[in-house]
């Protein structure tokens, strides 16, 4: 007899004696993400969140499935006990039934799997600190245990090249280890706005009007709530003045990021295989609301005269007329599609509260006073700092999304 | 008056060598080298309001508020009270939808002004339609119940804070009201 996983085992004169050696478990919020390297590599999985009432699903396909050979396609004689093999056997009969909520039947076809049955989400990392590229800092998490940062030399170009020639291997430490990341991120679809602006001609020479149109777009179809994972990137800025200006019709916001930590002394430019240490941070701690806003009609003047220049300039005053004009231009198109946006805002309901977060009492006593109380509480205050900075999440009561009070506006 | 026991040599015999069993929640396989007794990872509990707990075909919920009122079930709060028992909200698998899900919802019944004044209903209700389109009835998802073979497979929780709620008008033509859970 011996003693397996969270067991312990004694000896004693009239026999053995198994103990429950199990301890409390952290709490896994939701969104909790853990990495798992399997027979196709690494892939993730992710505890079911919500965005309203809706659990969101990986859009993968069965053969995908297999190939990351995640819990969801465990082979079944290695299951035994009833709980976990209740489970398992639904998996399996759901994907080989294709009971997925949306999506075709078959091997390659895609399928949408809910997160609370566990489907396995392959990752693609990118490269972060001696081998990556600039752009993607260090966490100091990492720095810490012996990542060191991009060299300045290392151009982005030159790493979609391939080429690390740039790297000087006498400035690379011997026992470095190397981080490659990936995030893993929720994928909303929703209403675009769209925009588009024409010249007509005005009603005297030289002078034109611009018209700005708004209008709806749906969501891609068969989009639905999803999470995804890669490299997020942010949605970029607002180019009002755009002839034609289209929204992205989604909204995305990052759950986590997964990290793979070498052992000491990795070649640049190593694949991440099973011996690399896995290591989360995540974004999102709790469920989420998702509001998008009304599409309201414009109340203001629709007509916004463009006047351009006049004799190159000779009237000062008529320029500076026509300067203003332009701004007010810009920023009535700005303000036009800002204000009409459909983007939605993901919030956590907390009863009120702006932030769940919250922060610690800071101390603004001195660590060289005279004051001895005063002493120890600065000393633990920046121990507990310096903690916190060393971890990659928070502690309890983690991060909110926080409330946005403006969708209270027109409350009866 | 002393009654004497059986005597019991010391040190006891060993028992005989007998097959182990696995007991409830153990797991028992048989290696190289002998027999190994594992158990599952103890999963970390958080007792937050709107707790949901299946028994059976019943949830009950921890204590939590909206707007600073305790919801009921069948008309008792759901954290009970002095006189009545924690009540219990039957469920059934002929509401889930076709992918067998479900929902708990808390149910809101605001008058004219958006207002819930003390005599209005909170109430927790299972369903298949966890959003209202109505501008009398406000619902939010408290939990979620994925359902098997005509069995709750799975209760996942929603919410995991007390409530404040508001109802918003929208602009002039722009759709029906809606119900904000924060």
Redesign the interface.
């Known amino acids: 007899?011996?003693?397996?996983?969270?067991?312990t085992?004694r000896e004693s004169?009239?026999?053995r004696s198994?103990s429950?050696?199990?301890?409390?478990?952290?709490?896994?919020h939701p969104w909790t993400t853990s990495a798992s390297y399997g027979p196709g590599g690494w892939f993730a999985q992710v505890k079911?969140g919500?965005v309203?009432?809706e659990?969101p699903v990986v859009r993968t396909t069965q053969r995908e499935q297999d190939r990351l050979g995640g819990g969801f396609r465990r082979d079944l004689s290695r299951v035994?006990?009833a709980?976990?093999g209740?489970?398992e056997i639904?998996r399996a009969a759901?994907l080989s039934a294709g009971g997925s909520?949306s999506g075709a039947r078959g091997s390659t076809g895609p399928i949408d799997i809910?997160l609370?049955m566990s489907p396995a989400l392959p990752l693609s990392f990118r490269a972060v600190g001696s081998d990556g590229s600039p752009q993607f800092p260090v966490p100091k998490f990492f720095a810490d245990r012996g990542v060191a940062e991009p060299p300045e030399a290392l151009t982005a170009e030159a790493l979609e090249a391939g080429d690390l020639s740039s790297i000087d291997p006498r400035n690379v430490p011997a026992n470095r280890r190397l981080l490659r990341a990936c995030d893993v991120w929720l994928h909303q679809p929703r209403l675009a706005l769209t925009s588009d602006i024409t010249l007509h001609d005005g009603p005297a020479t030289g002078i034109s009007n611009v018209r700005q149109t708004l209008s709806l777009r749906s969501a891609a179809p068969g989009d639905v709530l999803r999470v995804q994972s890669g490299t997020f990137r942010a949605l970029e800025g607002i180019d009002a003045l755009g002839r034609v200006y289209e929204e992205p019709n989604y909204d995305e916001l990052p759950i986590a990021t997964v990290y793979l930590l070498s052992g000491p002394g990795a070649e640049n430019g190593s694949e991440p295989d099973g011996t690399w240490q896995p290591f989360v941070r995540h974004n999102l701690f709790?469920?989420l609301?998702y509001?998008t806003p009304?599409?309201?009609?414009y109340g203001g003047d629709p007509t916004i005269p463009f006047l351009p220049p006049l004799a190159g300039g000779a009237a000062t005053l008529i320029t500076n007329f026509l300067v203003a004009s332009l701004n007010d231009a810009l920023q009535d198109a700005l303000n036009l599609v800002t204000s009409h946006s459909m983007a939605g805002t993901f919030?956590?309901?907390?009863?009120?509260?702006h932030h769940?977060a919250l922060p610690a009492a800071t101390s603004s006593a001195s660590t060289a006073g005279l004051d001895k109380t005063a002493r120890i509480a600065a000393d633990s205050q920046a121990k507990a700092r310096a903690r916190r900075e060393g971890r990659l999440d928070p502690d309890y009561p983690f991060l909110a999304e926080p409330?946005d009070p403006a969708?209270?506006?027109?409350?009866? | 008056m002393i009654t004497r026991g059986p005597i019991i040599p010391w040190p006891p015999k060993p028992a005989p060598a007998a097959k182990p069993m696995p007991g409830a929640g153990t797991l028992l396989a048989l290696g190289p080298g002998g027999y190994s007794v594992s158990a599952p990872d103890r999963g970390a509990t958080y007792p937050h309001p709107f707790k949901p707990s299946l028994s059976g075909l019943a949830l009950r919920f921890s204590r939590g508020l909206v707007e600073n009122r305790e919801p009921t079930i069948k008309g008792v709060r759901i954290g009970g009270t002095a006189t009545a028992a924690q009540p219990e909200l039957a469920i059934e698998a002929a509401v889930a939808n076709a992918a067998g899900e479900s929902w708990c919802c808390v149910e809101v019944h605001p008058d004219a002004q958006g207002e819930l004044p003390a005599e209005s209903k909170i109430e927790i209700v299972h369903t298949r339609t966890p959003r209202s389109l109505s501008p009398e009835v406000g619902r939010q998802a408290l939990c979620m119940i994925v359902w098997r073979e005509g069995n709750p497979w799975q209760v996942l929780p929603i919410v995991h804070f007390n409530l404040r709620y508001a109802r918003v008008l929208p602009p002039a033509g722009s759709g029906a009201a809606r119900h904000v859970f924060f």
Do not use: E
């Open positions: 007899m011996q003693a397996g996983r969270n067991t085992l004169p009239i026999g198994v429950d050696a199990r301890t409390p478990a952290k709490w896994a079911p919500f309203n009432h659990c035994i006990t709980t976990s209740g489970a639904a759901a909520r809910p609370y709790w469920n609301n509001q009304w599409f309201r009609q919030y956590t309901p907390t009863c009120g509260g769940a409330f969708l209270l506006t027109q409350t009866t």
